[in-house]
């Protein structure tokens, strides 16, 4: 079981930032990757940033590219999402991913309201 919790949404103005963070709790220990997904009124939910834990690359939507950044505090088990040059088209409700080993459950966290004014 993991429970994972969002927060540092809220307003900002286009061209400004907001980190995000995303804590992990519960069985921790085997969870291999980390990242983020984001929902907009009437859309579907996309991803834009994932990282594996134990290292490597991380795969970013094309929209966020050289905007956003993924970090981690191992010991804390929570992943951040810096959010630099925001744009309306950010606007969206983000969702704290993770993923344990040898599982085909995704867990979720319940979301934290992003909206950009321009």
């Known amino acids: 079981q993991v429970q994972l919790e969002e927060s540092g949404g809220g307003l900002e103005q286009a061209g400004g930032s907001l980190r995000l963070s995303c804590a992990a709790s519960?069985?921790?220990?085997?969870?291999?990757?980390m990242g983020w997904f984001r929902q907009a009124p009437g859309k579907e939910r996309e991803l834009v940033a994932v990282m594996r834990w134990s290292g490597g690359s991380t795969n970013y939507a094309d929209s966020v590219k050289g905007r956003f950044t993924v970090s981690k505090d191992n010991a804390k088990s929570t992943v951040y999402l810096q959010m630099n040059s925001l744009k309306p088209e950010d606007t969206a409700v983000y969702y704290c991913?993770?993923?344990?080993?040898?599982?085909?459950?995704?867990?979720w966290g319940k979301g934290t309201l992003v909206t950009v004014s321009s």
């Open positions: 991913y993770a993923q344990k080993i040898f599982s085909t459950r995704d867990y």
């Open positions: 519960g069985r921790t220990s085997t969870i291999v990757s």
